[in-house]
T-cell receptor, first 111, second 112 residues
Framework: DQQVKQNSPSLSVQEGRISILNCDYT??????FLWYKKYPAEGPTFLIS?????DKNEDGRFTVFLNKSAKHLSLHIVPSQPGDSAVYFC??????????FGAGTRLTVKP | NAGVTQTPKFRVLKTGQSMTLLCAQD?????MYWYRQDPGMGLRLIHY???????AKGEVPDGYNVSRLKKQNFLLGLESAAPSQTSVYFC???????????FGQGTRLTVV
């Protein structure tokens, strides 16, 4: 029962362009969403989060958008840099009980 | 500042053998977690702890045991390893329950 889904296993973009990573969820009770970034042979690191009371959160080049009616969130990276090449996981939690992760999307930013 | 440290980084076990994975954090976090990551799947929670001396089951607890005797350490045990437990295991800690997590570098376990 995968409640958080990242349907694109991989994404390739050109340096300087926008990267858009998508995440869908099935449980409307999720109230907090997070994105993590993972480099090979390292653990995931927290990137950005958003509460369900907001529809956008921005941190530098990274912006997360939440569309509750569609049960969809997306991470925008502008401009994309080669150092952004990594696997990105979205995660969701309900009232700080449990946390469910998507399967991840591998982003490759080409110079 | 080391953050979250996992020991060992790699291990190969034979079916039926036992082992313990150690996780140590130096951030004074109350909450600690063990996840496993398998190809095509997200991280799945095995067990977690909300403080010293406490443990709780996560999504996939069968075949694993945990202990939190000290606040800074969280141990994951496999009593009788099975090939289905071949995975990458991540430990994490958080300042609040299921808030932004700090992860260790992972342990790649292969059971043959």
């Amino acid at each position: 029962d995968q409640q958080v889904k990242q349907n694109s296993p991989s994404l390739s973009v050109q340096e300087g362009r926008i990267s858009i990573l998508n995440c869908d969820y099935t449980n409307s009770m999720f109230d907090y969403f997070l994105w993590y970034k993972k480099y090979p042979a390292e653990g995931p690191t927290f990137l950005i989060s958003i509460s369900s009371i907001k529809d956008k959160n921005e941190d530098g080049r990274f912006t997360v958008f939440l569309n509750k009616s569609a049960k969809h969130l997306s991470l925008h990276i502008v401009p994309s840099q080669p150092g952004d090449s990594a696997v990105y996981f979205c995660a969701a939690t309900i009232n700080n009980n449990d946390m469910r992760f998507g399967a991840g999307t591998r982003l490759t930013v080409k110079p | 500042n080391a953050g979250v440290t996992q020991t060992p980084k790699f291990r190969v076990l034979k079916t039926g053998q036992s082992m313990t994975l150690l996780c140590a954090q130096d951030m004074n976090h109350e909450y600690m977690y063990w996840y496993r990551q398998d190809p095509g799947m997200g991280l799945r929670l095995i067990h977690y702890s909300v403080g010293e001396g406490t443990t709780a089951k996560g999504e996939v607890p069968d075949g694993y045991n945990v202990s939190r005797l000290k606040k800074q350490n969280f141990l994951l045990g496999l009593e009788s390893a099975a090939p289905s437990q071949t995975s990458v295991y991540f430990c994490a800690s958080t300042p609040g329950q299921f808030t932004e997590a700090f992860f260790g570098q992972g342990t790649r376990l292969t059971v043959v």
